[in-house]
Structure formats: structure tokens, C-alpha cells
């Protein structure tokens, strides 16, 4: 059975994968909709926590979803609605 | 831009002796010794198991948690030092020209450390479990890079890899560019390799102390000299053109980098290696000799010296012979206070370069420690306790493993 990713989940494994830029509170609404850019999340952060969903929940995103999902809002509903893989 | 030579505006550093310029100056002075036991790793089954480690380093605190897993240890020990630069040269990067001010570091293996655990996840776990961050955590560069974004310096950049030499020849390269045109540099180096993997590229060269008492590990000029112990941290140093600095206000420099050499050693054959006394051809006296030629000096300008401190018999001869041959027998003050720290790679000279600023900014000059004297037919004047000075200049020498050399002049 797959452990599913909601929001408290997904901000937790990004502060554990890429940190959390001063002054972001990932807690906050703004933060669903801000662009990652703009709370210090480049590429690489993505690659890392996308990295981490697919080894620890069995998760497999296409890899345009690092460059697609510009916002958290957008990363989630991805994961939400991709596939598993067999592990 | 000047025609002078260019000013230091600003230091920071993070080295076994202190976290910060005053803390790392203060137990220099005191001769108190930062060498001990590695504890960074199990190296029980290594013959050489002492380092100067940096200690009370708190990563959560002083590096921002965006940085923390993107850095190798030693690239947040050069964020710690370069914000202190910065603060200490009063630098405001809003403020000055964005593509004015640039990085030039020191470096030798890069993130080490860090490129050693993903390696290991690598082979251990498989390629899904290595950090996106290797791709640039393990790089010569990470230090430059990471100094230049977190502060803005968008300025000609680069990174010099000439193992201990590199923390002079990032300087010359700083100076180089300033003279091109370009008003402030962030330069110096601080390094680190106290894993497995960087353990072993030091023991590959059999240089390495097998010491097991920190107080005989590192004996530069000792009769009793029997390798080096490897340390881990460095200096970085705020270099301006002087009237850039003096346009933005800047009241009080450490000192001016009057001049600046390096040399290569050719290849030696196993016959010329045997009987070189000078150990590569006299490549550290041609340094020396151009680095103070370049800074319009003579020998006897020269204060004091600070020595590149080799501790292997053969190489510490050299450097003797050629500081005695441009100075004359005993002619000239010799430290080497990284006795206290081990030899930092490519953060070792850059400190060296601090510690030479501030010698001369408090008329000091620190210890070399655990070498009561100099070995027979050594003929330098070994500084053995904190000795007062007049000296207005300073000469920093350093080698690098296969025929680095560089020599810097400083003038305060």
C-alpha cells in the first residue's frame, strides 16, 4: 500500500532535502502558490526531494516534473497523481 | 585604478587554532598547539592518525539551512570565513559594483568529504540514493561558487589548484585581476580532507607523520623531523585596489601584497632528486628571489619569513638552503606557526598570509612550537617564542606537492 504525500508531508521532506531559505515560513499559505525561485528552491532542490520521494515513498515522477511544477500547489498535485512503482 | 599595489581590507578565518581572526590570532601568539587525534573518522587502522581540526563548529548555526546540504564541510568553514572577511573590510556588495567585485580561492580535492559519502551511497545503495548536490558539492570551485552567490560577487572568478602552494597563488591571481581592472576581490582559500579518500591521497604521498604523539607529529627544520600532520581550514582575505578602497571609505588596511612569484620544479630523475640540495632545482629561491624582485625590494627589506615548513628532512634542507642563500646564514626571522595547526592543503598559505598581517600589525612575531631548535647545519634563525619585531615586511613561502612553489611579499 503506498503512503500518500499531502502537504504537511511534502514540506517536511523538503526542509529535510533542501533546507529552508531565511525569512520562508513553508508553513504559510502564500507559500502554495509563490514560485519556488522565489523561496530558494532551484532545480537541484527539486531534483533532491523528487529523488527522495521516489526512494522512500515508491513515487515516480516524469522527469519534466522538475522543471514543471513551479509551485508547491503544482509539485503536490503531481505527486498526488502519479503513479507507483513496483518496488 | 591604482598604480599601487593592492591593499587587504578584510580577513576571516577558520582554522584548528580558532574560529574567527582575534580567537585564531590570540592562541597563535599563545603557541598553544590545535594538533591532536583525529576524531573526524576511525583511522585506527591508518598510520597516520593526527590532524589540526577545526573544533566547536556549530553547521546549524552560522550556515544557512539552504546551504547545509548543498555544502562539503569545508566549503561552510569558507562561508563562515568569507562573511567575516566581508564584515571585517566593511563590504556592502549592494553597494559596489556588481560585476567589481569577484572570488579567487585555493583549493585541492574540493568537497571531499562529501564527495565521499555519495560515492559511497553510490555503490552501497545505488545511484537514486546520491544527493543532486554532488554535482557540484565535490568541486574545486564549490568555495568560489558559493561565496559568489551568497554574496553577490559577480566579478571575474576562478579557482587555483596547487595543493599548499594554491593559498599564495589565489592571492597573485586576485592581484592579477585587480590590475585588470577589477576593484575587489575575495580571495585566499580554506580546505579540508579529513575522510577516508582524502586521507589516503595524503598517505599516497609519503609524507605523512606516523607519529602518534601530537606533540612529535609536525617538527619543521627538527633534526627530529618526521613528516607533516594534515590540518583543515584556511583564510580568506579581502584584497582592493587601493584607490577603490580609499574612494569608499575604507580607514584601516592590514597591510599592501607587494609582490608575488611562483615556480615550477622540473621533473627530477631519480640521480638529480638524490643529490639536489635545493630539491627541485632551486624553484622556491627563484620565488622568493622574484617575489620580492617584484615588490621593488631587496633581502634585507625583508622582516621576517614565514616558511612553508615541509617537516620531511630533505625538503625543510631546501627551504633552509635557499632562505639562508637569499638572506645569509641566520639572516632573517623563520616561523612556522602552522606547527600549531598542521598543513591546510589549500587554506595553509592564505593563513599563513593572515597571520603575517597581523604579526606585523602587533609587532609579533608567533612561534614555531615542539622545535626547540633548529637541526645542525640548518642556519636560519628559528623563531621558538612570540618575539617582538619592527618588521614592515613579511615574506610567505609555500610548495606544493609535486613542484609548486610561490612566495608573496606583504608590507604593512
Not at chain 2, 587554532?17 to 573518522?41: D, K, S
Not at chain 2, 579581502?238 to 621533473?267: K, Q, S
Request: charged share 20%; glycine share 12%; hydrophobic share 40%.
Amino acid at each position: 500500500m503506498a503512503q500518500t504525500i499531502d502537504r504537511e508531508v511534502l514540506t517536511r521532506l523538503l526542509r529535510e532535502s533542501a533546507g529552508v531559505e531565511e525569512g520562508v515560513d513553508l508553513d504559510g499559505e502564500e507559500v502554495l502558490d509563490t514560485p519556488f525561485v522565489e523561496i530558494g528552491y532551484d532545480s537541484l532542490a527539486l531534483l533532491q526531494v523528487t529523488g527522495r520521494i521516489r526512494r522512500e515513498y515508491g513515487i515516480d515522477l516524469p522527469d519534466d516534473a522538475v522543471s514543471d511544477a513551479e509551485t508547491f500547489r503544482s509539485l503536490l498535485e503531481m505527486i498526488q497523481s502519479a503513479p507507483v512503482v513496483a518496488s | 585604478m591604482s598604480a599601487s599595489a593592492p591593499v587587504v581590507t578584510g580577513l576571516g578565518i577558520a582554522a584548528p587554532t580558532g574560529l574567527g581572526v582575534e580567537e585564531h590570532w590570540q592562541a597563535t601568539l599563545a603557541g598553544r598547539p590545535a594538533i591532536g587525534q583525529l576524531t573526524r573518522f576511525d583511522a585506527s587502522k591508518y598510520p597516520s592518525r593526527l590532524a589540526g581540526e577545526v573544533t566547536g563548529f556549530d553547521a546549524e548555526a552560522r550556515i544557512p539551512s539552504r546551504l547545509l546540504p548543498q555544502t562539503d564541510r569545508s566549503t561552510q568553514f569558507a562561508l563562515v570565513a568569507a562573511e567575516e572577511a566581508l564584515g571585517d573590510a566593511a563590504v556592502n556588495p549592494q553597494e559596489l559594483p556588481e560585476y567589481g567585485m569577484g572570488v579567487i580561492t585555493s583549493a585541492s580535492g574540493g568537497g571531499v568529504e562529501f564527495g565521499q559519502r555519495e560515492l559511497g551511497l553510490l555503490w552501497s545503495k545505488g545511484k537514486e540514493y546520491v544527493s543532486a548536490y554532488q554535482s557540484f558539492a565535490w568541486f574545486y570551485a564549490a568555495n568560489t561558487g558559493q561565496i559568489s552567490i551568497r554574496h553577490g560577487l559577480r566579478g571575474p572568478s576562478g579557482v587555483v589548484v596547487t595543493d599548499q602552494a594554491g593559498g599564495l597563488d589565489a592571492i597573485g591571481h586576485a592581484r592579477r585581476q585587480i590590475r585588470k581592472g577589477t576593484e575587489l576581490v575575495v580571495s585566499g582559500g580554506v580546505d579540508g580532507a579529513l575522510c577516508p579518500w582524502g586521507w589516503m591521497g595524503q598517505l599516497a604521498t609519503g609524507l605523512l607523520s606516523r607519529s602518534e604523539d601530537p606533540a612529535q607529529g609536525f617538527l619543521p627544520f627538527s633534526a627530529a623531523a618526521n613528516g607533516y600532520v594534515p590540518g583543515e581550514g584556511g583564510a580568506i582575505i579581502v584584497v582592493e585596489d587601493a584607490d577603490a578602497a580609499r574612494a569608499r571609505g575604507v580607514e584601516r588596511e592590514y597591510g599592501r601584497i607587494l609582490g608575488y612569484a611562483a615556480t615550477f620544479d622540473p621533473r627530477p630523475s631519480s640521480q638529480d632528486a638524490e643529490n639536489d640540495p635545493l630539491a627541485g632545482g632551486g624553484g622556491l629561491l627563484r620565488a622568493a628571489r622574484q617575489a620580492i624582485a617584484d615588490a621593488g625590494l631587496a633581502p634585507a627589506d625583508i622582516g621576517v619569513v614565514f616558511a612553508d615548513a615541509a617537516g620531511t628532512p630533505r625538503l625543510d634542507r631546501a627551504e633552509a638552503l635557499a632562505i639562508s642563500a637569499l638572506f645569509g646564514p641566520n639572516g632573517v626571522p623563520v616561523t612556522a606557526p602552522k606547527t600549531m595547526t598542521g598543513r591546510l592543503i589549500g587554506g595553509g598559505a592564505s593563513l599563513d598570509v593572515a597571520t603575517a598581517l597581523l604579526s606585523l600589525r602587533d609587532h609579533v612575531i608567533p612561534p614555531t612550537i615542539n622545535v626547540p631548535e633548529p637541526a645542525p647545519g640548518l642556519a636560519i634563525d628559528l623563531v621558538t617564542e612570540a618575539r617582538e619585531t619592527d618588521a614592515r615586511t613579511a615574506l610567505v613561502l609555500a610548495r606544493g606537492y609535486s613542484g609548486f612553489n610561490a612566495a608573496l611579499v606583504v608590507g604593512a
